[in-house]
Nanobody, 126 residues
Framework: QLQLVESGGGLVQPGGSLRLSCAAS????????IGWFRQAPGKEREGVSC????????NYADSVKGRFTVSRDNAKNTVYLQMNSLKPEDTAVYYC???????????????????WGQGTQVTVSS
């Protein structure tokens, strides 16, 4: 059974940084693209970033480009989302999800993904 566990969320001041982790258990991430998504209260879940299984392809939502960086360490079966220059509008529950795709492909559409973590809360506030 595919299990993903997010961690690293918390309360941070505007301009601060957080690094989220997405750890897999029960399967190897080697063949899976990973997407990061977020959902704020009253809003739809939106794609934030994704990384292909090879790590060679990444994609970002316009709202986070230049501030967020996705990476993966397949040896640790973990994917990371480094979030810098955080803004109040980044406040949301962040989820990771896995999808088996060709090595250089990733997608940002939440509807494409079937295996999800439970989410971690990120709050950006002074």
């Amino acid at each position: 059974q595919l299990q993903l566990v997010e961690s690293g969320g918390g309360l941070v001041q505007p301009g601060g940084s957080l690094r989220l982790s997405c750890a897999a258990s029960g399967f190897t991430l080697d063949y899976y693209a990973i997407g990061w998504f977020r959902q704020a209260p009253g809003k739809e879940r939106e794609g934030v970033s994704c990384i292909s299984s090879s790590g060679g392809s990444t994609n970002y939502a316009d709202s986070v480009k230049g501030r967020f960086t996705v990476s993966r360490d397949n040896a640790k079966n973990t994917v990371y989302l480094q979030m810098n220059s955080l803004k109040p509008e980044d406040t949301a529950v962040y989820y990771c999800a896995a999808l088996r795709l060709p090595p250089r492909l990733c997608v940002l559409s939440p509807r494409s993904f079937r295996s999800w973590g439970q989410g971690t809360q990120v709050t950006v506030s002074s």
